[in-house]
């Protein structure tokens, strides 16, 4: 089969089919469903605040888990189907996505600390 599996219903009518995605396909439709289903940071004021911040870290984390599951899916389909050795190189994402997150968290901290000490 294709990239996409095409399902005709005996019970349809022989005009309709439905194409399903298959394989990395499928992954991306993944992708974008998750994303989709993540809810956008809020807008933040004048003024950041810890909490405003931790928010933010929270939000990246999530996106870029599904980013990073993603990316992870294609290089290792990429690399299942390929006649040469690739290497993975997606825990650098990983890693590049844990520093973003945890300088985010770790400013929510300093923010916190400096409101504490006011």
């Known amino acids: ?3 996409n599996a ?4 005996p019970l349809a009518p022989a005009s309709v089919t439905k194409s399903y995605p298959q394989g990395i ?3 991306w439709a993944n992708l974008k469903d998750n994303l989709a289903a993540i ?4 807008l ?3 003024a950041a605040d810890a909490d405003d911040i931790e928010r933010r870290a ?8 599904e980013v990073t599951a993603y990316v992870r899916a294609v290089v290792g389909d990429t690399r299942y189907r390929a006649a040469i050795n690739i290497h993975d190189e997606s825990g650098l994402l990983t890693d590049a996505a844990a520093d973003v997150v945890g300088a ?4 929510a901290d300093r923010a916190a600390e400096e409101r504490s000490a006011a």
Request: overall charge neutral; glycine content about 6%.
């Open 6 to 9: 095409t399902i005709t219903s």
């Open 58 to 65: 929270n939000h990246l984390r999530e996106v870029l888990d």
């Open 104 to 107: 985010l968290r770790k400013a």
């Open 1 to 3: 089969m294709g990239a």
């Open 25 to 27: 396909q499928l992954n």
């Open 39 to 42: 809810e956008p940071p809020e």
């Open 44 to 46: 933040i004021g004048r």
